[in-house]
């Protein structure tokens, strides 16, 4: 048993393989009806010792968005009291550097207390681990006419401050964070540091598939609210009383209609990720798109780690039983139109620079660029013309855009000698302890250093005139071109990208 002191109180945590826990720690008001669509709150301080042995509720959701968002949605309680942090540390009287956690989950679904984020992997590699649960779905991303946008941004930058404010009382250095996530834990932290009100409160970035993608404008926000509205045949005033499995059953309904049957006219440019409840720029909390920010060397200015596996859409694309070359156009063309591009020129220029591909190879690879490998190119690009990166790309390169799927480096990221890897999913399973380590070992070393002392093959940073990246595959590491650069020229609008022709057949 340890106890420590923060602002609001005494906590009393667990001791687990050597690791401090405090789990379930408020960072702000639970989430009531009342407060579902407003800032967060302050918690309020208690008296004696709060126990933080045991993981809280998590937010409220249910399946959606097909096999990849059902996998990822969490089959654990659900309750208001969610707006919490998971904190381990291997010393609550030192001054450790800090991961600060993101999960994912298509902004609707996933937690902070799944299985593989709770191997206090980095607490034993000398780092004080957060690992955080924040606003949802509507709760979190639904545009309501009278409250305040990005309600689960907020909640992020309510824990970055909660972390400073606290993190010192479990051995952490509040001048050393790293903010990090994954798919829609990395779509956040572009979001966040683009984000005026969360400057300063960390020191380097890690988003992980994903980067600048998912994100609405008010227009289009709005369009979303109307539709919600509609559904739930109530008013913005309405929805605070609105029983919580109704509001979840619409969101999953519009969640479910946006990822089956993109529509540009009805979505906007959440057509092409098909996850409608996303950041959007509402001139206040995210006053511009994060590229935009970047461009302008409006991001914060701290150095970031930023990358993608080799395969992102192999999972996604199980979604449809059967793919030919008409299905693929078909299945794209709305997807692409935000792009100023149709289904059909996107996949004609596809199968010109990869032949070899078949229908489903071409869905894969357009798709998966689209979604996460170009988003990462562009925001690194960006980012490094004014602040140092690294890019990395996990996994084997294989034929027809096979490789390793979304989320499959999760477990060796999280890995930890002595683990039971046998409660992670399948997805991230561990197959090469040795290979996992080396995984793990660099990720610390970046939240430690801030480069990649961990990488023996010298890890040089990325830019858009020398695109380098760390290739991590078993058995190890090396430096090459990054293998998906360039791909951006078959997005172009401005005709037939340059030399196009010489890639081989339609």
Known sequence: MTIVKIAAGALKGIRENGIHAFLGVPYAAPVTPQRRFETPQPVAPWQ????AARLGPVCPQIPTYGPVGTAATSKLAFGDDFLTVNIRTADPNGQAPVLFWIHGGGYAVGSANE??????AFAASGIVEVTVNYRL??????????????????????ALEWVRDNIAAF??????????????????????????????????????SGASTGIASREDADKLRRRFLAAANADDAALAALPMHRLLEI????????????????????????????????????????????????????????????????????????????????RLHERVLPCGLSGTRIVERYRRALPAHSPRGIWRAVAGDLVFQLPAIRFAR??????????????????????????AELGSVWYRDGMDISALPQRQGVTDAGFARSIHDLWVSFI???????????????????????????????????????????????????????????
Request: a negative charge.
């Open 251 to 330: 969101q999953r309904d519009l969640c479910n209609q946006s990822y089956e049957q993109h529509d540009f006219a009805r979505d906007g440019s959440a057509s092409m990720l098909g996850v409608p409840f996303v950041p959007v720029v509402d001139g206040v909390s995210l006053p511009e798109h994060p590229e935009a920010a970047a461009r302008a060397g409006r991001t914060a200015a701290v150095p970031m780690m930023i990358g993608c596996t080799t395969g992102e859409y192999v999972t996604h694309a199980t979604a449809q039983p059967t793919m030919d070359f008409a299905r693929c156009v078909e």
């Open 48 to 51: 004696g010792v709060r126990d």
């Open 171 to 208: 051995g952490g250095d509040p001048r050393r964070v790293t903010l990090a996530g994954r798919s829609a834990g990395g779509f956040a932290v572009a979001a966040l540091m683009a984000m005026p009100r969360a400057r300063g409160l960390f020191h380097r970035a890690m988003p992980q």
């Open 382 to 407: 960006l980012h490094a013309r004014f602040n140092p990166v690294r890019k990395y790309l996990y996994g084997p390169l294989e034929a027809d855009e096979l490789g390793a799927p979304h989320g």
């Open 115 to 120: 299985a593989v984020l709770q191997s206090g």
């Open 137 to 158: 779905g509507a709760l979190g991303f639904l545009h309501v006419a009278g409250k305040p946008d990005n309600r689960g941004l907020l909640d992020l930058v309510a």
């Open 448 to 506: 430690r250093d801030g480069d990649a002392a961990a990488a023996d093959c010298g890890w040089p940073p990325y830019r858009q005139d020398r695109p380098l990246v760390l290739w991590a595959r078993p058995p190890g590491f090396v430096i090459v071109p990054d293998p998906f650069d360039g791909r951006d020229a078959l997005w172009s609008t401005a005709g037939e990208p340059a030399g196009l022709e010489d890639r081989g057949p339609v």
